[in-house]
């Protein structure tokens, strides 16, 4: 999907609604002080937004006061405002990442192993040429299984990182240095690759069409319904 990046939804530019729904997309559920703050909106102004976004079908009610991002919500949180490219533009693009995703699990620099792959989006359509980009999700895990080892490896690498002149904006990204490297490294400052965690866009990204390219393929798990207990009936008789 593309959007108009000088396109307005309720008055706030596309852009920047697709930057706040990529981050509430990620909460079970949101009230209007929550989005408020996200968007960086003065408190009491975010109900007209909510209304537009509510509109555009992007949002639904989510019980009393509360909200939720819907799928055509996370479609448009995932949406670029990049030009189009060409469909071999795309696949020269994708063999240039899956070549990166082999230097990353076999590299014992790297200290992360991308263990699932998957592709996503209009590049799974053949009749489209034109393609907005490549939609990927890559899963991450530490190539260290014991946790105070993996640990102190990160801790190295992150002090290494930081003597070459690496900033750290906050400790969650100094405690998933071994993440953030390998990522960043994967979508190789690519305009063409958009790049998404797929441990945590999972339920998105097996709600669409997909193709697992590494790694097991999984599928979303079918909602289990408890069936009430029977009602017991007194035996006749019974004084209790």
């Given amino acids: 999907m593309r959007i108009d990046p000088n396109g307005t939804i309720g008055g706030s ?7 706040m729904l990529r981050y509430l997309r990620g909460w079970d559920r949101w009230k209007v002080a929550d989005l408020e703050a996200v968007a960086a909106l003065a408190p009491g102004t ?5 209304k537009a976004l509510r509109t555009e079908g992007l949002i639904e009610a989510f019980g009393k006061g509360a909200w939720a991002v819907t799928q055509a919500g996370r479609t448009f949180s995932a949406a670029t405002a990049a ?20 230097q990353v699990n076999e ?5 992360a192993n991308a263990t699932r792959v998957v592709l996503f989006g209009s590049m799974l359509k053949p009749e489209v040429e034109r393609l907005s980009d490549v939609d990927l999700a890559v899963q ?23 003597d070459q002149g690496r900033g750290f904006r906050n400790f969650l990204e100094w405690e998933g240095c ?3 490297e390998a ?8 305009r063409v690759i958009s790049l998404a965690d797929y441990s945590v866009e999972k339920t998105f990204v097996l709600a669409v069409p997909h193709r697992f390219l590494i790694g ?24 209790f």
């Fill in 140 to 162: 991450l895990v530490s190539k260290e299984v014991d946790f105070d080892r993996a640990r102190l490896k990160n801790q190295q690498r992150a002090e290494e990182l930081a």
């Fill in 46 to 50: 975010g109900d007209a937004l909510v």
């Fill in 183 to 190: 990522f960043r490294y994967l979508k190789g400052r690519s």
């Fill in 107 to 111: 590299d014992p620099y790297f200290l």
């Fill in 216 to 239: 097991e393929p999984e599928q979303i798990a079918a909602p289990t319904t408890t069936r009430p207990a029977p009602r017991l009936r007194r035996p006749r008789g019974c004084r």
């Fill in 83 to 102: 030009k189009p490219v060409t469909r071999a533009t795309a696949e020269r693009a994708l063999a240039e990442f899956l070549e990166r995703v082999t």
């Fill in 178 to 180: 071994w993440y953030f």
């Fill in 13 to 19: 530019p596309a852009l920047a609604v697709r930057k």
